[in-house]
């Protein structure tokens, strides 16, 4: 299974920017999709994740500027990102948790992540 994450960059602070990862591979269905995030210098957080009926959840930080959502017809989640900050500058990763269904009665999940995608915040 291929996470591959797309959107990030160069933005001034107040910007806007959307991420897009997208899996691929072998796999019945993907249950939790998620954005965390890595700053340098600190541990790797939870930005928001998604269920697959598009429950979404949020970082503390995130305080309505961003919004996670996904296509599932597509293996595809989304980060759109508003108002951002200096202190969003991070590396992206895309996580997702897929399942393959072994038999009628039992079903594998699987961790993946992405490689990451570079978001600078300018101020």
């Known amino acids: 299974v291929q996470l591959v994450e797309s959107g990030g960059g160069l933005v001034q602070s107040g910007g806007s920017l959307r991420l897009a990862c997208q899996a691929s591979?072998?796999?019945?269905?993907?249950?939790?999709m998620a954005w965390y995030r890595q700053a340098p210098g600190k541990q790797r957080e939870l930005v928001a994740s998604i269920t697959r009926s598009s429950m979404a959840n949020y970082g503390d930080f995130v305080q309505g500027r961003f919004t996670i959502s996904r296509d599932n017809a597509k293996n595809t989640v989304y980060l759109q990102m508003n108002n951002l900050k200096p202190e969003d500058t991070a590396v992206y990763y895309c996580y997702a948790r897929t399942v393959f269904q072994v038999s009628v009665e039992g079903a594998h999940e699987s961790d993946y992540w992405g490689q990451g995608t570079q978001v600078t915040v300018s101020s």
């Open positions: 591979g072998r796999f019945d269905r993907i249950n939790t």
